[in-house]
Each structure stands twice: as structure tokens, then as C-alpha cells.
């Protein structure tokens, strides 16, 4: 059984910066390589959503909403995929989750951000 933590959320102001980390448990590493990972978020009230993804070589996809201030990368021997968010905005106000592309692992806990003044 896989088991991800998110974590580095937290309250920041407009303007400011987070950067989350998602750790996969359980698995190898080769297989951990293999997987497209995805970062996602929830709202309160809302449905998840996905915000960005990163294949095994690298290659990334942002949502439209967070191109220009998010970064997602990876470290596969570490089996972790990081997100790096700039310039956040209120609306970025949600729960953040990764999980692999395909058949979701379990899904972690989240973390959760909070951009407010």
C-alpha cells in the first residue's frame, strides 16, 4: 500500500511564496520513476482540480490559472514531487494533493493553503 504525505502548507499573504512537497511510501523507486505525478487542489465546496504534472523525464503541464507562478519538479530518488508556488493569489486557497497519473495511489491528507491578508 503507497502512502503519499503532502506537506509544506500553510498561511501566506498575496504575493507570497509556498513550496510543497508530496512523499510516496511503499513503493521503489523504479517504479515511482515510471508514473506521470500530478499536483492537485480542492476547495471548499468545489470538486479537485489539477494544477500541474510532471512526467518521468521532466516534462511539465500547468494549469492555465497557474502558469507563470507555479513550478512542479521532481526528485525520483528521493520519490518526491515538489511544487513550488509564486506570487499566490486568494484563490489558490485550497487543499493541495499529488497522486500518480493512471490508477490513483491512495490519496494523502493534503496539505492545506491559505492565502489571505
Known amino acids: 500500500q503507497v502512502q503519499l504525505v503532502e506537506s509544506g502548507g500553510g498561511l501566506v499573504q498575496p504575493g507570497g511564496s509556498l513550496r510543497l512537497s508530496c512523499a510516496a511510501f511503499g513503493t521503489a523507486i523504479s517504479i515511482y520513476s515510471m508514473y506521470i505525478m500530478h499536483w492537485y487542489c480542492q476547495a471548499p465546496g468545489k470538486q479537485r482540480e489539477l494544477v500541474a504534472s510532471?512526467?518521468?523525464?521532466?516534462?511539465?503541464n500547468y494549469a492555465d490559472s497557474v502558469k507563470g507562478r507555479f513550478t512542479i519538479s521532481r526528485d525520483n530518488a528521493k520519490k518526491t514531487v515538489y511544487l513550488q508556488m509564486n506570487n499566490l493569489k486568494p484563490e489558490d486557497t485550497a487543499v493541495y494533493y499529488c497522486?500518480?497519473?493512471?490508477?490513483?495511489?491512495?490519496w494523502g491528507q493534503g496539505t492545506q493553503v491559505t492565502v489571505s491578508s
Open positions: 497522486n500518480r497519473d493512471t490508477v490513483p495511489w491512495s
Open positions: 510532471i512526467t518521468s523525464r521532466g516534462s511539465t
